[in-house]
């Protein structure tokens, strides 16, 4: 059962055109490239394998036309030739030069920051601009700071992974040995200096990275924003763009953060080059409620595969034996409840140990690797385990973890949103 249904029709795309597509989650729809070359946001198809789209919305690009094949019915279908794929591929042939140069060179490649407001098409750019640089034998390392997503894991986290292959359009980005910070919740509003202390920790291990491997250098990095760019989304925005040296900014269909981030950026540092590119018509605007599930769909995914096909192991554990610390130290009080003139004052950074399991129910916690607590927010983490149950009686917690046994690490990070997995 592929539950994809409908028949089969054959389709012509004709050059420079996208075939763009939604497909609901719970239904499949399978596409085969028959004759030509086609893409999808830069991984290409090879003749007759067999993709299926399932709980996606994407187009299918092609530069000199093609003939596909199409089982199944997807909810919205339509072909479209007005697309920024020409920009995006000039783009892509600036950042190539600068690796080739950077090679000879020995010096840092682009670093390339993509961003814009939400449902502008960042991810897709970040792929195609990660994809073609990999056709052309680079191995760029793709940073996604969106922490709303969590394209590279589960949503609350900052996080890098290199990627030498081009990305699978069903798994999506490798994940096999991906850096890893969380901060617990998908908006860094709730705790902007803990954002801003992970990204900074990223940074350090990203640099010392590139140093190591001339290729890894010059191939640069392709970095995925958040799509809050006002009032404290832009300062966090400019900090992380500093902090991580990127030296190329992407503005996508926005003048106005263009303008704004042109001037600021170029004012301190004179070499980034800051380039503005229009939105594609295609991109899927998504509600407040579709991203939620969108989130819910990343943590199953996360333990049980794009194609069900992982399979995790529920176990239970006496919550004494876990060690799991929160970050932050907790409400501050209302600045109504305090004498006149003082301010609340509370680290953000502070670890306190979670006493009480039951604020943990249906929520993710990391397993970090860090050896002892102070160092929780210094080293990244290295798996995730869901809560689903907690008994107060017999103080014991019964928790979802990618594998069975023994977990990597004895100390976990509390997460601060619930995921209700089913
Ligand atoms: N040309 C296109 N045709 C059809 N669908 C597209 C196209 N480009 C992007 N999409 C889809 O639109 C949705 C939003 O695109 P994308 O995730 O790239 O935007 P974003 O700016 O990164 O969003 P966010 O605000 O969540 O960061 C995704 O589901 C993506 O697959």
């Not at 980005?173 to 990223?202: C, F, I, Q």
Request: with cysteine.
């Amino acid at each position: 059962m592929d539950g994809s249904g409908g028949g089969t029709q054959q389709l012509r795309l004709e050059p420079q055109h996208e075939l763009r597509m939604e497909v609901d989650w719970g239904k499949t729809v399978h596409v085969q490239l028959v004759e030509g070359e086609a893409e999808v946001f830069g991984t290409s198809l090879d003749l007759g394998e067999r993709l299926t789209i399932g709980g996606q919305k994407l187009a299918l690009f092609s530069w000199q036309g093609c003939t596909l094949q199409l089982q199944g019915e997807p909810d919205l279908m339509y072909t479209s030739d007005e697309t920024p794929m020409g920009q995006y591929a000039s783009i892509h042939d600036v950042l190539d030069a600068r690796r080739q140069e950077a090679l000879k060179g020995k010096a840092e490649g682009p670093r390339t920051f993509v961003v814009g407001p939400t449902d502008v098409g960042k991810s897709s750019l970040c792929k195609i601009l990660l994809n073609y640089a990999v056709r052309g034998g680079w191995a760029p390392t793709f940073v996604d700071l969106d922490i709303g997503q969590g394209s590279i894991t589960v949503p609350g986290c900052v996080a890098a992974t290199p990627v030498e292959a081009p990305i699978d359009v069903e798994d999506g980005v490798p994940t096999d040995t991906p850096l890893v910070y969380y901060s617990g919740t998908p908006t860094p509003s709730d705790n902007p200096a803990l954002y801003k202390h992970l990204v900074e920790r990223l940074a350090n291990v990203l640099d010392a990275r590139a140093q190591s491997d001339p290729q890894v250098r010059a191939s640069g990095m392709v970095l995925n924003s958040m799509g809050w760019v006002v009032e404290l989304g832009y300062e966090l925005l400019k900090h992380a763009v500093e902090t991580l040296k990127c030296n190329v900014v992407l503005v996508v269909g926005d003048e106005r953060l263009y303008s704004q981030l042109a001037a600021d950026l170029r004012r301190s540092s004179p070499n980034k080059q800051v380039l503005k590119l229009p939105r594609s018509g295609g991109v899927v605007v998504r509600s407040r409620e579709l991203r939620a599930a969108a989130r819910k769909v990343r943590v199953e995914e996360y333990f049980y595969g794009y194609r069900k096909e992982l399979s995790p192991a529920s176990q239970t554990t006496r919550f004494d034996e876990l060690q799991v610390f929160r970050v932050g130290s907790g409400p501050r009080a209302p600045s109504s409840a305090l004498p006149i003139g003082a301010t609340s004052v509370s680290d953000p950074l502070k670890l306190s140990r979670v006493t009480n399991p039951q604020e943990l129910l249906y929520t993710l916690l990391a397993v970090s690797h860090a050896p002892q607590p102070e160092l929780l927010l210094s080293v990244n983490v290295a798996g995730f385990i869901y809560v689903q149950d907690v008994d107060l009686a017999k103080g014991t917690i019964t928790y979802l973890a990618p594998c069975a046994g023994a977990l990597p690490g004895q100390l976990l990070l509390a997460g601060a949103f619930k995921a209700y997995l089913d």
